[in-house]
């Protein structure tokens, strides 16, 4: 007498031999399957906890080692400052840096300025001026564009409060024996990484049409990455002596 197909179908959930869902090649599979997700989980999190190291690294420790090394160049240069004759108006000095920058908008302390916009230079935690592709002028020429560069994120983040900075708010900057005040008066949120005009000497993009002294400042953006450039541009507004005690201008107070 033939089975019945409730007969000889097997109850759910019964041994089905190695072939079946149910049997030892089965519970092979599910256990390899499991250790499968479970070393995969592991891996996930270990790469989590590799990714929040690097991102502490990369935002937190380097800034605590550039501000260090920032800290003992600084030190180096005003001690060299200290040590030299007194020199004649406007002069600059340019061991080791050429002076310091102050923005009270961006709450920075004072930043150390040193030649060139090289990653091995901004890394150390300062800013630093153009020498290409459009070179810089100085703070004490007669006419031109004073143009300079600093980390937006990581390594010191000297510009990181960039967009803090309004049209009319001071931008001083301290050599050994002179305060260059500036003002702010023209502010580009965001233009390519390969745009040169924006260090020109008559800067157009600006809004400037003749040569006048400039302070221009270049950064990353957005917050961190490195696709676009913020810029600030300033205008000399006037130049004051250093005295003995280096009382800073009343912008600075």
Do not use: R
């Given at each position: 007498m033939s089975a019945t197909r409730d007969e000889a179908a097997p109850?759910?959930?019964?041994d089905t031999g190695p072939s079946g869902r149910g049997g030892p090649g089965g519970r092979a599979r599910r256990g390899r399957a499991a250790g499968f997700a479970a070393l995969l989980g592991e891996l996930l999190i270990t790469a989590g906890l590799v990714l929040a190291l690097f991102v502490v690294y990369s935002l937190w420790w380097t800034?605590?080692?550039a501000?260090?090394?920032a800290g003992r160049q600084g030190d180096r240069v005003r001690d060299h400052w200290a040590r030299q004759p007194q020199r004649g108006p406007g002069a600059l000095d340019t061991k080791s840096g050429i002076g310091f920058l102050h923005v009270p908008a961006m709450r920075n302390g004072e930043v150390l300025v040193k030649k060139g916009t090289?990653?091995?230079i901004l890394n150390d935690g300062v800013a630093g001026y153009y020498t290409d592709?459009?070179?810089s002028a100085l703070p004490q020429d007669d006419m031109g564009n004073f143009t300079l560069a600093a980390h937006r994120d990581g390594h010191g983040a000297k510009f990181h409060n960039i967009?803090?900075?309004r049209k009319g708010d001071p931008i001083?900057?301290?050599s050994r024996d002179r305060w260059y005040v500036y003002r702010v008066f023209a502010i580009l949120p965001q233009t390519s990484k390969y745009d040169v005009e924006v260090l020109d000497q008559v800067p157009a993009k600006a809004g400037v049409k003749k040569p006048g002294r400039y302070i221009t400042l270049t950064t990353c953006t957005p917050v961190y990455t490195s696709d676009y450039r913020y810029i600030v541009w300033g205008k000399l507004e006037r130049v004051d002596p250093v005295d003995a005690k280096r009382t800073p201008p009343a912008e600075l107070r």
């Open positions: 109850p759910q959930g019964a800034n605590v080692v501000d260090h090394e090289a990653t091995g592709p459009v070179k967009d803090k900075l001083v900057f301290e």
